[in-house]
């Protein structure tokens, strides 16, 4: 069995990714400083899969950790790393903690790669480094536009880190995946988002709102040029986001990637507005979300939505859970979650 180390693994992203790693028969070790995440995650993941992954508690930054771990772990076969710290806004207020959380936990991890031999990286980017793109639907090859946030920069840095390492080190393999935006929960409910605070993404905020915790979404803006006047993403689902992980690792474990670097986007390919979000949820959870149009947020972009072909071709991968289905699944979370938070009251 091949191990593979997730950072950030107990994570909204990374704790959906390590339950479909087990379910391919993959042993995984989670490494995360719990600074936006809880440890009762790994509990979520082992009723679910019926396995408990290994788990250590450190920061990244700390090189020696780094070291050590995998002097402990010497059967490590590839590395997913998702530990960043992901929020625009506070991105704004604090962009030196931004800069030195994830350029350094990224650099520590490339140094243990190279000194242990461990060559594949599988590295957490986002549709961010694409800013507002010139054309729709996005695709791989377009340009990088300056980043909107100091988060945004992180992801654009971390990628030429990335880069340059491989260009001086052969030995080096990642795949650097984009995400549009995920959304959803696993179908046994059992490990979803859990944003700490007030939800600044939008699909937290409307589940938040409709199970009475916030008084009603405030839509950002009805006056953009798209179909409705409100901004159009590209919302997939998480697990099959976490599923184009899983590819991407064997590709890269079964020497099937063409260069060192590859890069994927990771969407559905269709754009949606945040009333389409809206109505779709209504309709698949029966409840109804109360909301007003406010101002438009600052560093919003308009729209952008993934061209999916080349991540359909060459992973032979595919978003394939409906959002209907998706949005269903992110309210039986939230109710999910209440309930036992409720209960430990
Ligand atoms: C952005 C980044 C994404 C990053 C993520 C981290 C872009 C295109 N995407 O996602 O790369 O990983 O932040 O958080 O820059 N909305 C409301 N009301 C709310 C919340 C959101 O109307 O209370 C709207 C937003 O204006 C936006 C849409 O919902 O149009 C989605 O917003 P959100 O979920 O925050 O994600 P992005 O901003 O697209």
Do not use: C
């Given at each position: 069995m091949d191990r593979i180390l997730v950072t950030g693994g107990t994570g909204y992203i990374g704790s959906h990714t390590v339950v479909e790693l087990i379910n391919n028969g993959f042993k995984v070790v989670i490494v995360d400083n719990l600074s936006n995440s809880n440890i009762e995650v790994l509990d979520g993941i082992t009723q679910i899969t019926g396995t408990k992954p290994d788990f250590e508690k450190f920061d990244l930054c700390d090189r020696q950790k780094v070291i050590q771990l995998f002097e402990k772990?010497?059967?490590?076969?590839?590395?997913?790393?998702?530990?960043?710290?992901?929020?625009?806004?506070?991105s704004v207020e604090m962009p030196l903690s931004y800069y030195h959380n994830n350029l350094e936990s990224l650099i520590n991890l490339l140094i243990a790669m190279e000194k242990f031999g461990h060559p594949g990286l599988v590295f957490s980017s986002s549709c961010t480094v694409y800013g507002q793109p010139d054309e729709l639907p996005v695709t791989e090859k377009a340009p990088i536009k300056k980043a909107m946030s100091p988060y945004g920069n992180t992801k654009q840095i971390c990628e030429e880190i990335i880069g340059d390492a491989i260009q001086a080190n052969n030995k080096l393999k990642a795949i650097s995946l984009r995400y549009f935006?995920?959304?959803?929960?696993?179908?046994?409910?059992?490990?979803?988002?859990?944003?700490?605070?007030?939800p600044l993404n939008l699909v937290p905020f409307v589940t938040q709102a409709v199970a009475g915790i916030r008084e009603k979404l405030r839509?950002?803006?009805?006056?953009?040029?798209?179909?409705?006047?409100?901004?159009?993403?590209?919302?997939?689902?998480?697990?099959?986001?976490?599923?184009?992980?899983?590819?991407?690792?064997?590709?890269?474990?079964?020497?099937?990637?063409?260069?060192?670097?590859?890069?994927?986007?990771?969407?559905?390919?269709?754009?949606?507005?945040?009333?389409?979000i809206i109505?779709?949820?209504?309709?698949?959870?029966?409840?109804?979300?109360?909301?007003?149009?406010?101002?438009?947020?600052?560093?919003?972009?308009?729209?952008?939505?993934?061209?999916?072909?080349?991540?359909?071709?060459?992973?032979?991968?595919?978003?394939e859970i409906s959002l209907e289905e998706t949005l269903a699944s992110a309210w039986e979370w939230e109710k999910y979650i209440r309930n036992k938070m409720n209960k430990s009251k």
């Open positions: 772990y010497n059967d490590i076969k590839a590395i997913i790393h998702f530990a960043a710290l992901k929020a625009v806004g506070e935006n995920p959304i959803g929960a696993h179908k046994s409910a059992l490990i979803g988002e859990l944003p700490i605070g007030v839509v950002f803006g009805n006056d953009y040029n798209t179909p409705d006047g409100t901004a159009v993403r590209d919302y997939i689902n998480i697990v099959d986001l976490a599923k184009a992980h899983v590819v991407a690792v064997k590709r890269m474990l079964n020497g099937l990637n063409k260069n060192n670097l590859e890069v994927f986007n990771l969407g559905t390919g269709r754009g949606v507005s945040v009333l389409e109505d779709t949820f209504e309709k698949a959870t029966g409840k109804k979300v109360n909301y007003e149009i406010v101002d438009r947020r600052q560093g919003d972009v308009e729209m952008v939505y993934a061209d999916t072909s080349f991540a359909n071709k060459e992973l032979g991968w595919k978003a």
